[in-house]
């Protein structure tokens, strides 16, 4: 738990980096720890110890790295699109973990610069080593964390800087010193940024709220590539329905509330069976909720499969995507890859989600924080085949019509151009 003497030391610590500079020993060597894809392996110009990509300009984004969910899978795709569009991105990972094992990125594109905890603040001098040595001309950070760090790395090379709003900081989780202690150290760093992106357009009023310029604003919606869609003619005869919640397992997902929903919905002795596919946060989590399928009854229905790093394969057995959340979501990049399967998705009505799924045309939403209108709105979904046959169609137009990867790297790129360019300041 952050105790609020915390807040006092970082605000103490940022206070004497702006205004006396920044002096710091230097931190271990960071170092390259990506795999390299399947794909860069068998092209001769994508060679693993590349130093850069010869015509693009080189931006290092500065990341947590320890987990790989929603926003990780934002920085993986700019990983591989951005080239397309004149960037060569790095990422540099202050969190070690998933990321580099799971992103698929090619080997010099992923480094690390391990924090030793919240305010080791002694990764900004290596991070300005990599950047000047790497020949980067832009930075992007994308957490609070790495907006604190990001910020002061750009004060001391002199380069221009972009942060990306992946969710509500203030909003992020139920634990609520936390919250304030990341939406203060957001907003003191981002004063200086160049830019902010937002993924949703409730995420660019909740940074206007926070007193941002609308000229330092722009909304770059996720997006994920095309998948291969189900077949939704050859379910039509089943009657059995499949619905799966994919997400890193925590508090503001709404886990308890979809257990609820599926105590209610065996009680009525509908055949809807959920699959939980995802890590959990913490080991005492997962025990609580494992011990709540068995209170619950639910041991027959409900089924915890764990991480995957294949989400179209985990995506082509269901029926349905089910994410309850609480708060706290920018644009689920799940509902996007959901939708790109043509997967109908049942979700709660929060933050930048309706922005994708409307009620009745791609899925359904449903009130977040009560079981029974989740309930009512999983029935919906499982009530007729023709419908749901109707939803899946309408899912697949509605991802190939804006929410694609290409589409998501392209404003990005546009994004940078205007930074590079000065249109920002």
Known sequence: MVRSACLLRSRSMLMQ????GTSFPAAPAAFPVAQESSTAASSPSQTSDRTTEPGLRRVMHIINGEHFSGAERVQQLLGKRLGQFGYDPQFA?????????????????????????????QVVQKLAQLVRAG??????????????????????????????????????????????????????????????????????????????????????????????????????????????????MRPRKGVEVALQAMQRIHRQGLPITLELIGGFETEAYQ?????????????????WTGFTNDIPLALQRLDGLLLPSLFGEGMPMVVLEAISAAIPVVATRVEGTPEVIRDGVEGYLAEPRCPDSLAAKIAALAADRQRWMQ?????????????????????????YDRVLSGQTR
């Not at 980096?17 to 006396?20: A, D, E, P, S, V």
């Not at 609580?288 to 409900?302: A, C, F, K, P, R």
């Not at 929410?403 to 790129?413: I, L, N, Q, R, T």
Request: aromatic residues 4%; contains cysteine; charged residues 20%.
């Open 17 to 20: 980096t702006t205004n006396q």
């Open 93 to 121: 990972c202050v969190k070690p973990g998933k990321f580099a094992e799971c992103c698929q990125l090619r080997k010099y594109q992923v480094l690390e610069a391990p924090m030793q905890g919240r305010l080791d603040l």
């Open 135 to 248: 020949g980067s001309q832009l930075l992007h950070a994308h957490t609070p964390r790495t907006a604190l760090v990001t910020s002061l790395v750009a004060r001391q090379t002199g380069l221009p800087w972009v942060y990306h709003v992946h969710s509500p900081t203030s909003r992020d989780s139920t634990r609520g010193l936390v919250n304030r202690v990341n939406a203060w150290i957001e907003s003191y760093s981002i004063r200086k940024c160049d830019l902010l992106m937002t993924v949703s357009k409730s995420l660019r009023r909740e940074m206007l709220r926070q007193g941002v310029s609308r000229r330092k604003l722009a909304v770059v919606a996720n997006g994920v590539p095309a998948l291969d869609p189900i077949d939704s003619q050859s379910r039509q005869s089943l009657s059995r329905w499949r619905i799966g919640m994919i997400a890193l």
């Open 287 to 303: 025990a609580q909720i494992m011990q709540s399928i068995q209170d619950l009854g639910l041991t027959e229905v409900v089924q």
């Open 391 to 415: 939803l899946s169609q309408q899912a697949l137009q509605r991802h190939r019509a804006g929410f694609s990867d290409w589409a998501m790297a392209g404003k990005v790129a546009r994004a």
